[in-house]
């Protein structure tokens, strides 16, 4: 269990972040960080992928139930959607790949703006290092409950 709710509160983490910053933004930190060009655009590609995927996923499912497949799928069922899935995914992957040739790419992804460091950033930071400060030297569950229940102590 706690392996799980572990596994729960990283991916809800990880999901977090990429909803605040944005896995553009996220991938030229990353890169800014020194993390290796090749990793950083697997990571952007995985990203708009898991989309592609999905929508192609949206689109047989629509099918399926316009051909009269009412109902949960058998085993087999479930077998021959993932086959085709994965054949349209991959016919799809192909046909992208070379409209990004023929638009140029040569395997480096440009940001669209230079990242630069300003006072919001510094704010940020001091603000959450204060926060992380007096959490650690102040019990703030404890406080929290006093001030909830208006139990003085």
Not at 26 to 49: E, I, S
Not at 71 to 92: I, N
Not at 94 to 123: C, K, Y
């Amino acid at each position: 269990g706690s392996i799980l709710l572990r596994f729960a509160l990283t991916v809800t983490a990880a999901m977090a972040v990429v909803a605040g910053t944005g896995m553009h933004a996220l991938c030229a930190g990353l890169a800014a960080l020194g993390t290796p060009r090749v990793f950083t655009a697997q990571l952007l590609f995985l990203w708009r992928y898991a989309f592609v995927l999905g929508g192609e996923g949206a689109r047989m499912a629509t099918a399926r139930e316009a051909r009269g497949g009412r109902g949960s799928p058998t085993l087999a069922v479930y077998g021959s959607l993932a086959g085709h899935l994965l054949l349209r995914a991959f016919e799809r992957a192909e046909r992208i790949h070379r409209a990004m040739l023929a638009r140029g790419f040569d395997g480096e992804i440009r940001p669209s703006r230079a990242l630069r460091w300003n006072s919001r950033d510094t704010v940020f930071v001091v603000g959450w290092v204060a926060f992380f400060v007096a959490a650690r030297a102040v019990y703030l569950p404890l406080l929290l409950g006093r001030l909830l229940t208006g139990l003085g102590g």
